[in-house]
């Protein structure tokens, strides 16, 4: 009996895991308010977020993808990986892409002390400002605290994760990542892809994979500020 039931609960967990419902975003919003995990509405639209860049390589590669595909992104990026390639984010600003605050370096946001975090939160935009409008503060690894939020709004930022998540920061497998947000893509969804380096790479190729397909079922791809708006 009680294997039957630890073989029960990793089914379900494998099924919250590989399709996790709405449901579970509109639970996780209403139990750990502050941070969006996805829009509510019916228009075929879904908006693209892209993590710890810009990389010198790999960011004109997804740059290059998302121009050929007509996709639009918001680009979260680490301020202390600005400099030498100041170029690339002016690119990325003209194509029409949105800029987030990823804060300074990757490391788990959750564990700095509320002054730290607003201090690197400040640094960030400063950093980030003279290239466009900034909006959106993404806490690395996913994690937030009440005190984050508070800090957030008080610096005029709204708090982003997102509700496809294809574990491409670990797993090299682009195909896998490509099935994954194809599974799950949905109206008001926002995807979490990565740059820098191997992840850059891969995410390049799963946006050449799962850009047409997508648009192929009718969807549009947008920053998050264009997704918000539309709901």
């Known amino acids: 009996m009680g294997w039957a039931v630890a073989g029960l609960l990793a089914l379900a967990l494998g099924a919250l895991v590989w399709a996790p419902p709405d449901w579970l975003f509109d639970g996780l919003t209403a139990l750990r308010p502050g941070c969006i995990y996805r829009a509510h509405l019916r228009a075929p639209l879904i908006a693209l977020t892209i993590d710890d860049g810009p990389d010198s390589v790999t960011t004109p590669l997804i740059l290059a993808e998302l121009e050929r ?64 409008p900034v909006r959106w503060v993404r806490p690395a690894s996913g994690w937030y605290s009440r005190a984050m939020i ?66 192929a079922n009718g969807y549009r791809i947008v920053t998050l500020s264009d997704l918000v708006a539309a709901a």
Do not use: M
Not at 155 to 179: N, Q, T, V
Not at 185 to 209: E, K, N, Q
């Open 69 to 132: 595909h007509d996709a639009q992104a918001t680009f979260f990026l680490i301020s202390s990986r600005l400099a030498g390639r100041e170029q690339i984010v002016r690119d990325l600003v003209a194509a029409g892409h949105e800029l987030g605050n990823h804060l300074t370096r990757d490391e788990a946001s959750i564990k700095l002390p509320p002054a730290e975090f607003e201090r690197a939160l400040v640094e960030a935009d400063r950093a980030l400002a003279g290239y466009g």
């Open 150 to 215: 508070e800090i957030a709004d008080r610096h005029h930022y709204r708090c982003a994760l997102g509700s496809i998540y294809p574990f491409d920061a670990a797993l090299p497998w682009p195909r896998f990542s490509a099935s994954y947000i194809r599974r799950n893509a949905r109206p008001g969804a926002i995807i979490i892809l990565h740059d820098g380096a191997a992840r850059g790479l891969r995410t390049a190729r799963v946006l050449r994979i799962v850009l047409p397909a997508l648009r």
